[in-house]
């Protein structure tokens, strides 16, 4: 039952008793800002009566500065309400508004529809704490239902009036309707206004013959589920079901749907917010968020988000940290952004935001641990990060990202991992499959002290990719690289010690395209590879040696038939083994030279990414190559320890013949 706090007060005026009075003022604890309104409403009528309250109620009010409270949320509830278990809150906003340090918000399963944005953080050992009571169960949605009327325009093909008032989330600085907003990058791999005014500027990614007509929006539908795609005109709308487009002037959505289902008698959701779980102030600290769902918003592209004059385009995901630190994100879905899904980082430009009320950034970040998260089919980057320092990302499962197929120049912040510089931090663990393109891309490196380590990389354009790096002495061991079309590259970058990997179902296993020298001190010296073990199908390793310094190679196991992939040094002829290790042994020392590598002729390799099963077949003549343990590579992938030396690839054991490896014990989307 809702209590009457206005009534509960003139009883106790009435009564002239303090107890009672100071009962109802720790009754609203919860709400501190409660307090000082009744406390303000009473002073000028009856102060002589509630002095003595007051006065036990700000010592207990003080007491309960240093006591952790609990707030509860349920879809059943009223945000007048105190927040207690029989209580609670409607929306979780308002238990963020009156969560302080060491407060827990419990969610209740069910649907919010709202963005939510803490006013205030934690402090280190007190946390704020957002919970989902049941895993999963608390789906908050950046969308929201649009019932129509809906008017049959064709065959299919219905519209219905999209009203601005839906749009409630307005603190960017380019608005809130997200469907009269433009994309800063046109998806899909096509060239439109973006790319057309780009030219008009001579910008970098310009196309003069791009279509000048040709703009998608931040919007986003869906139909029980699952999203439409934006059509670019009404033409294209008529082509094809499964598509949706806006006509502006008219402001309606126009919809095509595949017979016989019809709007009205569907669930229709449109992306009504910016974003889903991000503060508006900048630079919070200790907040946790554990067991959401959080799906639909209309997030820009971060094109050029680095510049000065485009605050609109920083990086804003779905659920954001706004330049925060120390944030501890577990057990949640982040899907469906029109964008990112996550950011981690700096955002952009020191000087501007891309909220209004031009907060400057913080000078550093970081230090968020994001671990056992499930982040699926977001437009653009799963993760994006700029310079957040000291992440750690365990245990999540990254897929299906880029869903939008954001490729071509100006279109570099997409993928399943997508982080600038990461210094010192951990990559380990992780399942990344099936994200348009790249699978882990750590453009200007991966920072000093950085460890990719054990990761499950299936099914991508690039595995892991190196771009634009300084000497950053990062190690990348233990990994699984399947099926991508190069496995590792590195692009003008170096400083990686790449070691006890598989590379499998590669056309290139290791790449070191030559490139153009661009602005910046970047460098190729220092790549080592050691006890890998390599299968391509075209060439081994690519690698540049002219202007570089601080090669090795060491027990590395290729797996080539005869006649099959080559090795190659840019700018000289295809080599087979032999010339290679004799290229190198002219070059570097013998023990740096892949002389103690080996070649086998034959080992099977399949992979089943649904049970996330790795089969292996190992003939008996062949034994992997012995490299000598180096600190920190003690462990394989699955956490057994060598106590000398190591063999060759991310497994201690690799018996001889048929062997099944399950490479990811945990729960997938497609199985429990």
Known sequence: MKRDWDSYWAFASDAHEPTVMTHALLSIFSSPKRIMTFLANRLAASWRAWLPALTVSLCLFACRLGRAETFHVSPKGTDAASGSQQDPFRTVQQAADVAQPGDVVLVRPGTYRERVSP??????????????????????????????????????????AVSPELFTDTAHVDGGNVFEIPLSSTPWGREGRPEYLRS????????????????????????????????????????????????????????????????????VEITTRRR?????????????LEGFVFEHCGNQYPTDFWMKEKPQQQQAGAVGTRSGHHWVIRHNII???????????????????????????????????????????????????YFGSHLSLRRNVIVGNNRL??????????????????????????????????????????????????????????????????????????????????????????????????????????????????????????????????????????????????????????????????????GKPDMPFPTWQAYWSDRLPHEASDTTSQLMPAMEISFDPWAAELQLTLPDSISPPLVTIQDGMEADYLGQAAASNRPAGPLLRLPVGESRHLLWPHPLPWRP
Do not use: C
């Open 119 to 160: 006013p205030r953080g934690g402090s280190a050992g007190k946390p704020i704490v957002f919970r989902s009571v049941v895993r999963h169960g608390a789906i908050i949605k950046g969308s929201d239902l649009i019932s129509g009327p809906w008017k049959e325009e064709a065959d299919d093909i219905w519209s219905a």
């Open 200 to 267: 008009l500027e001579n910008e970098r990614g310009g196309n003069p013959n791009a279509d000048p007509n040709l703009v998608f929006t931040l919007g986003q539908v869906f139909v029980n589920g699952h999203p439409l795609r934006q059509a670019g005109s009404s033409s294209e709308l008529a082509s094809a079901t499964d598509t949706w487009w806006y006509e502006r002037a008219t402001r309606r959505l126009h919809v095509h749907l595949p017979p016989p289902l019809s709007p009205a008698e569907e669930t």
């Open 276 to 288: 889903i779980f991000a503060p508006h102030k900048r630079g919070l600290g200790h907040i946790h």
């Open 335 to 385: 899907r469906l952004a029109k964008s990112i899904g996550l950011d981690l980082g700096l955002e952009g430009h020191p000087d501007t935001d891309l909220e209004t009320g031009r907060q400057k950034r913080p000078g550093s970040n970081g230090f968020h641990v994001v671990e056992d998260n499930w982040i699926l089919d977001n437009g653009a980057a799963g993760t994006a990060s």
């Open 405 to 570: 197929r954001f490729i071509g120049d100006k279109r570099w912040e997409s993928g399943g991992l997508k982080l600038h510089r990461p210094k010192r931090s951990v990559i380990e663990g992780n399942y990344i499959a099936f994200n348009d393109h790249w699978g882990i891309w750590l453009d200007q490196g991966p920072g000093l002290d950085t460890r990719i380590n054990g990761n499950l990389i299936v099914g991508h354009g690039v595995g892991l990719d190196f771009e634009a790096a300084t000497d950053d002495a990062a190690v990348a061991v233990n990994n699984v690289l399947i099926n991508n079309r190069v496995g590792i590259s590195f692009r003008e970058a170096g400083g990686v010690l790449v070691a006890h990997n598989l590379i499998a179902g590669a056309d290139t296993g290791i790449d070191m395209p030559v490139g153009g020298r661009r602005p910046g001190n970047w460098t190729r010296d220092n790549v080592f590879l050691v006890g890998n073990i390599i299968d391509a199908k075209n060439t081994m390793v690519k690698i540049v040696d002219k202007d570089s310094s601080g090669r090795g190679f060491t027990g590395n196991l290729y797996v080539s038939a005869e006649g099959r992939p080559k090795w190659q040094v840019y």
